[in-house]
């Protein structure tokens, strides 16, 4: 397994659609390997393959609902269904943050459910739905390979205040990622990107 690089906001690769899976091969069970040998190394709670570079319709994810039950996965393909989105967001109950948005976060207007369909690894078909961080995670990572960002979901001062801090990162053009640590032991940390109650570990890929 390998530790990526993660391309940073302004990379054409997170700004464009990705395409959808055909092939449910040896190669996209590398692919997912590393995407979460990357999540765990990031600190991260989701990651979707055009984080790294790879324009392919496919997320993991490790992370607790709302009852603080963990779940981890990967869904291949996703199509993403919500509650309602609220209007505005809580600054102590919605934050969030991105990987590709690396060490920033805001309070961000989320469904509380959502549900995803789509495949497993081995083409089989399949559907999760989850509340609370989870919900989150799905609408995040299933944003990220529609080509969005979650500061696209900001309001009021929060847009104003992440579109300034593009301009001075000058994450306006591509080129920019970083490369998380890998760490020198397990079990590694989860959780920079959604903050939670716990402090759980999870293993690599959960087949």
């Known amino acids: 397994m390998t530790v990526h690089a993660i391309r940073v906001a302004g990379d054409p690769v997170l700004h464009n659609p990705t395409r959808e899976i055909v092939d449910f091969d040896s190669a996209l069970r590398e692919l997912i390997e590393d995407m979460f040998e990357t999540m765990y190394a990031a600190g991260g709670v989701g990651l979707a393959a055009n984080q790294i570079g790879v324009d392919l319709r496919v997320f993991v994810y490790d992370c607790p609902d709302e009852d603080n039950v963990w779940h981890a996965g990967v869904m291949v393909n996703p199509v993403l269904e919500t509650s309602e989105i609220p209007a505005a ?3 102590e109950e919605d934050m969030e943050g991105c990987l590709s948005v690396p060490f920033e976060a805001y309070p961000t207007r989320r469904a509380r ?5 789509g495949y497993d690894l081995s083409g089989e078909r399949l559907e999760v739905e989850g509340t609370g961080t989870l919900a989150r995670c799905f609408q995040h990572e299933t944003g ?3 080509g969005h960002l979650y500061l696209e979901q900001l309001v009021g001062e ?3 205040a992440a579109r300034l801090l593009i301009e001075e990162k000058n994450w306006t053009e591509p080129g920019h990622s970083w490369m998380p640590e890998v760490p020198e032991e397990t079990p590694r940390p989860v959780g920079r990107d959604f903050p939670t109650k716990s402090g759980r570990v999870r293993g690599p890929l959960a087949r």
């Open 89 to 91: 967001a809580d600054p």
């Open 113 to 117: 459910w959502a549900k995803v369909t």
């Open 144 to 146: 990220h390979l529609d």
């Open 158 to 160: 929060y847009s104003d």
